[in-house]
């Protein structure tokens, strides 16, 4: 069948029965994708026919995939992962691609053939290893991290090995289809146009987007946010494509030139439903493409090959993991995730098959072989997860280490308010997380040397990607009421772990702030409005310590006044009629404390400063306590 609709339909209505299944028994959402795609493929059920036209779409959620990772390659994370991006990374694909050539040139593969099948293998899956971190819950610990900066260096070594397998051709070999206008230059030409795409990329990247976004950001139309967003990723890849590029290796490298960008955040939270969707087809496509006809006609080969190259991985991981002291329990687990082969395997030996580097048969055997590893690799993790379950729990990660993406405290807002926060928050040793929706604040703030990000609060997607939940505090501090009180009713309804503190514009706003889950309020000006008057009674001729005890007094009464009131608030004629019986009330108690200081205001100089102070908490100056025991 031809219609692309109904092929997707087929895929989809497949894996809406196959991912629960997989996910109930443990086996992780992946492996359901997987099972749907095989069963439902053209060497099962065939019921769609060829999926060419359904991985095409597919191939776009390993773009949107490696565009998000980009967006996390940021100089302060490369800066703390770099013992496992360049140490732990480069060990495991120059000991595992050296392994697998020698083992193909043992079986009497030609060396440039042996060493294209070596670092192709080599590779591992981003999309299955970080979807399963994810699901388990182990992206931050150790464990996670050195998946991450292993699977960080391999997406950065495509970029070589796709402009220098070329090189590995033979020179009467066909050009490849995917060559586009450089299908018929020699090879020298095609490295150098490899090379001149790059840059233009990281050029266009780091001088041209941040400002086509500021002007998209002004509009404040979050469609067009998302258009801009997809723009973007498309026209990258399409670049890569023309000059016989992986597309997803351009998307990678134009989420790295956003990485330090304000609208990174915004960036991820629009592409985030693109991403998760396309994957689950992408997943699918893979099963489908499983050749059981193949299997069936050499399946001792194809065992030998997926488990032989399973085991080689795992094995030379565990003994890296170990050498970068890991506990043999987790490099264990590391190895078990990254045995099999990747996504862009399957770029890689078409393209090599396609320009002569590897025979057709060979590339189709080994494309299998992938296929398979990818499939067993749940049920690897389940089963290695089993055979350790007798041990220790699994203990949670000291904080000595980075924790990439995990604040402890989420700012929304980061105007005048925030910003104090912040400041306070940060000069203290915690890590914040900052939200700010306007354009014109965020490239104010820049300009004094401290970050934000662009975005709206009041989006659940948004805050998760900001670290909601992992975060402990959500400070909301943006200057508009409804959208305050929006962001606090979404963030208790799904973070209610958050401990949510509030700015509120006046009494009134406090209670509604309240009603919708904020666990404390500050009124704006109330603290502000009383450091004021304390400093206008010492204007005034008063003692600072009287000034200051006034204000203290006053702040006591009304957060008195605030609790009685909070019953009746939403009754305006309640609220009214309350306040003005409260009023008389509070100037009598406010009267009768500031009496009580009046014999005090009889004392003379160092004696009443002297018990100014040790009301303060404030150390006796040399000499004081002396001069008191005398008098």
């Given amino acids: ?33 997987l099972v749907a795609g095989a069963v439902a493929g053209p060497y099962a059920l065939n019921l769609v026919g060829d999926a060419s036209a359904v991985g095409h779409i597919a191939e776009f959620g390993v773009v949107i995939l490696l565009f998000l990772i980009g967006l996390e390659v940021r100089p302060a994370l490369l800066w703390q992962l770099r013992t496992v991006i360049g140490g732990f990374g480069a060990s495991q694909l120059l000991a595992t691609g050296l392994s697998v050539t020698a083992v193909a040139i043992v079986f009497g593969i030609s060396w440039r053939a042996a060493l294209v099948i070596g670092f192709v293998l080599a590779m591992s899956s981003t999309a299955i290893v970080l979807q399963m971190l994810d699901e388990k819950g182990i992206r931050q610990r150790a464990v996670g991290r050195s998946a991450f900066g292993v699977l960080l260096f391999q997406d950065l070594a495509v970029i070589p090995l796709l402009a220098l397998l070329p090189l590995a051709a033979m020179n009467d070999a066909p050009a490849a289809a995917s060559d586009g206008f450089l299908a018929h230059q020699a090879n020298w030409v095609k490295v150098l146009a490899s090379f001149g795409a790059v840059a233009g990329v990281v050029v266009g990247g780091r001088y041209m987007l941040r400002p086509l976004f500021r002007i998209v950001a002004a509009t404040r139309l979050r469609e067009l946010f998302t258009a801009s967003s997809l723009l973007l990723v498309v026209a990258v890849a399409l670049l890569m494509e023309l000059v016989g590029l992986s597309p997803a290796l351009g998307a990678f490298l134009a989420g790295v030139m956003l990485a330090e960008s304000e609208y990174r955040r915004e960036l991820e939270t629009d592409i985030e439903p693109f991403r998760g969707l396309l994957l689950g087809i992408f997943f699918v496509t893979v099963g489908a493409g499983l050749n059981f006809g193949l299997i069936i006609a050499q399946p001792l080969l194809l065992t030998g090959l997926v488990l032989g190259l399973m085991l080689l ?258 009754d305006e004629e309640s609220y009214v009629s309350a306040v003005r019986e409260s009023s008389p009330r509070m100037d009598d108690l406010l009267r009768a404390d500031i009496a009580r200081l009046q014999p005090q205001a009889a004392d003379s100089g160092w004696d009443t400063e002297i018990r100014y102070r040790e009301m303060r908490g404030i150390e006796a100056k040399p000499g004081e306590t002396a001069a008191k025991g005398k008098a």
């Fill in 313 to 570: 991985k795992a094995t030379i991981l565990l003994l890296i993991g170990r050498v970068f002291r890991l506990t043999w329990r987790e490099a264990g687990m590391l190895g078990t995730l990254l045995s099999q082969g990747g996504e862009f395997a399957f770029v890689l030996l078409s393209l090599a098959a396609a320009i002569g580097a590897l025979p057709s048969d060979l590339s189709a055997l080994l494309t299998a072989t992938v296929a398979l590893s990818m499939a067993l690799t749940p049920l690897a993790v389940a089963a290695y997860e089993r055979l350790t379950r007798t041990r220790a729990k699994a203990a949670p990660e000291p904080d000595g280490k980075y924790n990439p993406g995990v604040p402890d405290v989420l700012i929304a807002g980061y105007g005048r308010f925030g910003q104090v926060v912040g400041r306070i928050l940060i000069a203290n040793g915690h890590k914040t997380s900052v939200l700010e929706n306007s354009v014109e604040q965020i490239e104010l703030i820049r300009r004094f040397g401290s970050n934000a990000f662009y975005g709206d609060a009041g989006r659940v997607d948004l805050l998760r990607a900001a670290g909601a939940e992992t975060a402990r505090v959500l400070v909301v501090a943006v200057d508009d009421r409804d959208k305050a009180n929006e962001i606090v009713e979404l963030a208790k309804e799904a973070f209610p772990h958050l401990t949510i503190l509030a700015r509120a514009f006046d009494r009134r706003h406090a209670y509604a702030l309240l009603e919708r889950g904020a666990d404390a309020v500050e009124r704006e000006l109330f603290e502000g409005g009383l450091a004021m008057a304390s400093n206008t009674l010492v204007a005034l001729g008063w003692r600072a310590y009287r000034a200051e005890r006034a204000a203290r007094l006053f702040r006591r009464h009304d957060l008195r006044l605030f609790d009685e009131l909070r019953a009746v608030w939403s």
């Fill in 1 to 33: 069948m031809d219609s692309v609709l109904l092929q997707v339909f087929v895929y989809l209505a497949f894996a809406v029965v196959a991912v629960p299944v997989a996910t109930r028994f443990g086996l992780g959402s992946v492996l359901g994708y």
